[in-house]
Antibody
Framework: EVQLLESGGGLVQPGGSLRLSCAAS????????MNWVRQAPGKGLEWVST????????YYADSVKGRFTISRDDSQNTLYLHMNSLRAEDTAVYYC???????????????WGQGSLVTVSS | DIQMTQSPSSLSASVGDRVTITCRAS??????LAWYQQKPGKVPKLLIF???TLQSGVPSRFSGSGSGTDFTLTISSLQPEDVATYYC?????????FGGGTKVEIK
């Protein structure tokens, strides 16, 4: 059974930093592209970042480029999102999501974690 | 970047009605289009990928069609458990953009 479990969310002041983690199980993690998607309160879904299996290809939304860093530890089956220079508009539930197939890095997302709330406020 | 526009933003229909949601891409994306269902307070769920392929376990009343720039999600007979917000997502190339969502309610 595929499981994705996010952790690391919380309250942070504007300009602060936070690291989200997503522990994965139930599938060959190292072979699979992984993603972060966020949803601000009462708003729609926003793709944040994608990393290929092995970490060779990485993509970011313009809204987070230069501030967020996606990474993965395939030995620990864990995905990370390092968030720096946080702004109020980064307040959202952050989901990790698994790519639907191993064939393509940019893909649909067939499994999602339960989400981790990040609140940026003074 | 390619923009994804969904319409309508919300709709209200009766149980048993046929419901159609449209997603338009600002440039052609072939069939690299997925649809998701998000029930209130829940995690998004993949319904359809490759524009028309039903994800395993999804009821057959859901169907998708389209290619290029214009896509539709159809619910052939709306059920109470289909109350949710539906999102399209394009995934031909990065960025992997979502549409703004369509909220479906029961009349």
């Amino acid at each position: 059974e595929v499981q994705l479990l996010e952790s690391g969310g919380g309250l942070v002041q504007p300009g602060g930093s936070l690291r989200l983690s997503c522990a994965a199980s139930g599938f060959p993690f190292s072979s699979c592209a992984m993603n972060w998607v966020r949803q601000a309160p009462g708003k729609g879904l926003e793709w944040v970042s994608t990393i290929s299996g092995g970490g060779y290809s990485i993509y970011y939304a313009d809204s987070v480029k230069g501030r967020f860093t996606i990474s993965r530890d395939d030995s620990q089956n864990t995905l990370y999102l390092h968030m720096n220079s946080l702004r109020a508009e980064d307040t959202a539930v952050y989901y990790c999501a698994k790519a639907s197939s191993f064939a393509f890095v940019i893909n649909s997302f067939d499994y999602w974690g339960q989400g981790s709330l990040v609140t940026v406020s003074s | 970047d390619i923009q994804m526009t969904q319409s309508p933003s919300s709709l209200s229909a009766s149980v048993g009605d046929r419901v159609t949601i449209t997603c338009r891409a600002s440039q052609g994306i072939s069939n690299y289009l997925a649809w998701y269902q998000q029930k209130p307070g829940k995690v998004p769920k993949l319904l359809i990928f490759a524009a028309s392929t039903l994800q395993s376990g999804v009821p057959s009343r859901f169907s998708g069609s389209g290619s290029g720039t214009d896509f539709t999600l159809t619910i052939s007979s709306l059920q109470p458990e289909d109350v949710a917000t539906y999102y399209c997502q394009k995934y031909n190339i990065a960025p992997s953009t979502f549409g703004g969502g369509t909220k479906v309610e029961i009349k």
